[in-house]
Structure formats: structure tokens, C-alpha cells
């Protein structure tokens, strides 16, 4: 069935970097964009990143551009969140999400997420 | 940039009840207004795509409405597993967004 499996969380210093990884399976990765989808403790949901499907255009929330690269590796069926700079405020669980066919700014499929804890 | 606001931010009822919940966008995003239900722990799940087509396999319980700055989303029987944090996001341009979330609590 169709998955997505993150990893690469864990706790990191202010400034520091971190990479995160997706993945993917169950679906044709190639032809679908792929997001970043973070929620803060006790906060929302907040858009991170959008990777088109053949990894040519990238998009990024005002929060993070400059500081995070999102990536895919079509080979592997894995998409990447190359993480710099961390801010305190970085800290949330992350999630990759899939969209659905014909929607691509919309998320159908989920993975179980990633926490990520920068403090010193 | 597009800013989404939902309300209430939080609402009591019953297993049984009708709620009805709001999203505003801060300008006009004609129709491309989705709808996640999110419980902790677990992943969300997209209910409604378009502001009211319903997603394959959600219950006909679920509707959503409006077009342009306002929607809503109405669950016409609560159900246990309906008790959730509901957001809409919308997709019309980027920076995609989601609003802060109406939770529904047991009464």
C-alpha cells in the first residue's frame, strides 16, 4: 500500500543542521510533488516545502526559505529536508505528504512523522 | 501571502449533534479550499478537497460549503471518532496555508 516513512529527527542545537528523509513507496514517486508539512507542540499545522515532481521547482514558507532545501532522490523513492540554521522555533513533528492525483497542493497521504527538538 | 482564519477555535458538543465550523481566507480563493481531520499521534486526513467534494471513503456525514472568502465545514451526527482538531488549508497559491484549527471536544 501506499507509504511514507520519515526519519532523521532528534535533538539538535540552535544553528546546527539536521537532515531529514522520507520514504516512499506503494505509488509512482516519480510523478507526483512532494511537501513538507510541520506542527509545532500545541501549535497547527504549517506548510514547510514543495518539491515538484521532478525535482526542477522547489517552494518554501517565508519561515524557512533561505535556511531549509528540500530535495528528492527519484532513484531511491526518497525526499529529502536539508535543515540549517535551526531556530528553537524549528522545533515541531514533520511530516512528508503526498498529494493526490490531479490536486497537487492538497495531501492525502501522510507519514507517522518526525520530531525534531533543537535547544541547547 | 494568503492568511486563513477558522472559528470557533474550539467547540463542546454530543455524540449525535450537528456542528458547523468556519474558515475565512484573507482574499478570494474561489473553490480551492481543503479540509483535515487530525487527532494526536496519528496523521491527518484529508475529508474534503475543492471546499466540498468529499474525499473517497469519508462518511457522508461530512459536508463542506462556499466559495471566494468563506467556508464551512458541518458534521450532521457527531460520531466518537469525530472528536478532533478539524483544519482547512488552502491551495489556491503558494505559500499554501493552513488555519489555527477548530477542536471538537466532548461535551
Known amino acids: 500500500q501506499v507509504q511514507l516513512v520519515e526519519s532523521g529527527g532528534g535533538v539538535v542545537q540552535p544553528g546546527r543542521s539536521l537532515r531529514l528523509s522520507c520514504a516512499a513507496s506503494g505509488f509512482s514517486f516519480s510523478t507526483y510533488g512532494m511537501h513538507w508539512v510541520r506542527q509545532a507542540p500545541g501549535k497547527g499545522l504549517e506548510w514547510v516545502a514543495l518539491i515538484s515532481f521532478d525535482g526542477s521547482n522547489t517552494y518554501y514558507a517565508d519561515s524557512v526559505r533561505g535556511r531549509f532545501t528540500i530535495s528528492r532522490d527519484i532513484s531511491k523513492n526518497t525526499l529529502f529536508l536539508q535543515m540549517s540554521s535551526l531556530r528553537p522555533e524549528d522545533t515541531a513533528v514533520y511530516y512528508c505528504?503526498?498529494?493526490?492525483?490531479?490536486?497537487?497542493?492538497?495531501?492525502?497521504?501522510w507519514g507517522q512523522g518526525t520530531m525534531v527538538t533543537v535547544s541547547s | 501571502d494568503i492568511q486563513m482564519t477558522q472559528s470557533p477555535s474550539s467547540l463542546s458538543a454530543s455524540v449525535g449533534d450537528r456542528v458547523t465550523m468556519t474558515c475565512r481566507a484573507s482574499q478570494s480563493i474561489s473553490t480551492y479550499l481543503n479540509w483535515y481531520h487530525h487527532k494526536p499521534g496519528n496523521a491527518p486526513k484529508l475529508l474534503i478537497y475543492g471546499a466540498s467534494i468529499l474525499q473517497t471513503g469519508v462518511p457522508s456525514r461530512f459536508s463542506g460549503g462556499g466559495s471566494g472568502t468563506d467556508f464551512t465545514l458541518t458534521i450532521s451526527s457527531l460520531q466518537p471518532e469525530d472528536f478532533a482538531t478539524y483544519y482547512c488549508?488552502?491551495?489556491?497559491?503558494?505559500?499554501?496555508?493552513f488555519g489555527g484549527g477548530t477542536t471538537v471536544e466532548i461535551k
Open positions: 505528504a503526498k498529494p493526490p492525483r490531479g490536486l497537487p497542493d492538497a495531501f492525502d497521504i
Open positions: 488549508q488552502q491551495s489556491y497559491s503558494s505559500p499554501l496555508a
